[in-house]
């Protein structure tokens, strides 16, 4: 910490030297420019970062969510889990990427990326990572940037525990609700179906 807090006082105090020293050769222009050009850089700096630190923080744009390919879309499930006060863990593939989750009191939630929730026949194989605790099995979501069909409504009811979080919930999610608020059984929006 100190070292930065050195760095960041000679830096300030060489711009003021330099500021005093403009004033005195050529007027009044020079630290009105040096000033009107530091507030520039200091705006055009924070513009750019803050679309990268609000995406860490787990919040997305639609457009955002748009751009990103699978395991992109797997990096801002956990982030906006993360967000919510669970405990993520990646499971990258190449094809399919996995999430493994748990949050404070427990609950295990495993998060799958497909664009159907129709499981394909392969995936009726247990899950890779095996949860510690009860042997209680954990609660599925279905991340689909699109929207669920009947079938797949209906797939979702036979699984059981399986939640399906369609395009619309998912952007509601990622501009700041809780994963808590969209999974409710309450919800006026309901599109996720819990069993």
């Known amino acids: 910490m100190l070292p930065a807090l050195t760095g960041l006082v000679v830096v300030v105090c060489s711009l003021v030297a330099a500021l005093a020293l403009g004033y005195r050769t050529a007027g009044i222009g020079v630290p009105v420019a040096g000033v009107l050009?530091?507030?520039?850089?200091?705006?055009?700096?924070?513009?750019?970062?803050?679309?990268?630190?609000?995406?860490?923080l787990g919040y997305y744009t639609p457009d955002e969510l748009l751009e990103l390919d699978t395991q992109g879309l797997a990096l801002a499930v956990a982030r906006m889990l993360r967000r919510d006060g669970?405990?993520?863990?990646?499971?990258?593939?190449a094809d399919r990427p996995r999430l493994c989750a748990q949050d404070g009191s427990g609950r295990r939630l495993d998060v799958a990326f497909?664009?159907?929730?129709?499981?394909?026949?392969?995936?009726?194989?247990?899950?890779?990572?095996?949860?510690?605790?009860?042997?209680?099995?954990?609660?599925?979501?279905?991340?689909?940037?699109?929207?669920?069909?009947?079938?797949?409504?209906?797939?979702?009811?036979?699984?059981?525990?399986?939640?399906?979080?369609?395009?619309?919930?998912?952007?509601?999610?990622?501009?700041?609700?809780?994963?808590?608020?969209?999974l409710s059984p309450g919800s006026a929006t309901r599109h996720i179906t819990e069993t």
């Open 114 to 182: 497909r664009p159907v929730a129709e499981p394909l026949p392969d995936e009726d194989l247990p899950h890779p990572h095996a949860h510690r605790g009860d042997g209680e099995s954990p609660l599925r979501l279905v991340v689909h940037r699109g929207s669920f069909g009947p079938r797949d409504v209906r797939w979702a009811r036979r699984e059981g525990r399986t939640w399906l979080l369609d395009g619309s919930l998912l952007r509601r999610w990622a501009q700041g609700a809780r994963l808590s608020e969209l």
């Open 37 to 56: 050009l530091l507030a520039v850089a200091v705006t055009t700096a924070v513009r750019r970062r803050r679309p990268v630190a609000r995406r860490r």
């Open 86 to 93: 669970w405990r993520v863990r990646l499971l990258p593939a």
